[in-house]
Structure formats: structure tokens, C-alpha cells
């Protein structure tokens, strides 16, 4: 889901 | 990825290299927190948990797996190679205070109730207030080696790139994470106060120290 994008940054 | 986090995360990388290398060179940890190195090793070690389960690039997976490395070097050197010279009558921040509200409110205030999710935010949170025992030490002791003025520098500025980034992203990504965003606000305005200090006396040459 959309949050799993913010996991992309360190 | 985009210019502003990059920048972003090589003065991370720089800040952390750079305090290991003092404390090398000199063999001294003196004026440097180990309460603060400590919550930064906590703070990699519960956002990368999933460094082995969840591959994102090469670059994410380096840069995680330098991180928590130069992270448990650092406090290794400070809490036992150099132990004779960590200053610790000075750097007396009583952790439990910010480590127990950070770990309550990450129980309530995350994206998802999940062990994962819980921690991720935990680390989030405990980021954006990790700095203060370093910065209380140096109010304590009134002055700053240079170096670590410009350890302190590169890592404020870290994440004040990232609020760039968020921005750029919301913009032209149309994301933006708001826990992330408000706790990197929360840890961008504490060094507010240092930054004055820095570019007022250590870019002119000057000795960081605290009006006494």
C-alpha cells in the first residue's frame, strides 16, 4: 500500500 | 530517489564517518555523547529491520547495512575501547525520558499496528530527539571540539535536506508520509540553535562555545 512507499527512504 | 535525498543521505554518511574518525584519530571520545550514539544505534537497528526481508536497491541496502555498522563501531569505541576517556559526568541526559514517551506514543500514533510498523515508527520518533544528550553535553561543557561541530553540522543537515525532500516528493510524487515528515521538522528545529552558533563562529574560523 501507499505507506510501503515510505520504506524506500533510509 | 531524488537530488535533495541524496545530498541527504551522504551528509549522513558523512556525519557518522566523521565522528568515528575523531574518535579514532584521537583516540578520544571526549565531548561526545554516548547516550546519544547509543539511541542512534537503536534508532538503525529498528528501522532496518527488514534490511534481510525487504530489498529495495543496492544503494538502500549498503547504506542500511553501513549504518548500523558505523553505528555499533562508534559506540564500541566509545563504551570500551576508549572508555578512559568518555566524559561520562557530563553526559548525564536520562535516556528513559525520552526513550519510554517515544515508545508510547509509537504504540499510538503509527500507520499501521503491526511489530514492524510499531518499530519502524518508534525509530522515527526517537530519531527526531536522539541529538538532545549531545546537545545538552555541550551546553554542560560550553564548547565543542571543531570536528564535532561539524559532525553536529552534517548530521543536522541530513535531515533538513530530507524536509526538501518530502517536499519535492509531495509535489511531484504526490506522497508524503506525515509521521516522518513532523517528527523530521521536531529533529531539524532542535539543532535550529546549534546551526546559529555554527555558522556565526565555526565557519569564521572560530571555537564553537555556548554564551556561558
Redesign the interface.
Known sequence: D??D?????? | MNIFRLVGDLSHLLAILLLLWKIWKTRSCAGVSGKSQIMFGLVYITRYLDLFTNFISIYNTTMKAIFIAVAIATIYLIYFKFKATYDSNHDTFRMEFLIVPVGGLAFLVNHDFTALEILWTFSIYLESVAILPQLFMISKTGEAETITSHYLFALGSYRALYIVNWVYRYYFEGFFDLIAIVAGCVQTILYCDFFYLYVTKVMHGKKLSLPA
Open positions: 501507499e505507506n512507499i515510505a520504506k524506500d527512504e533510509l
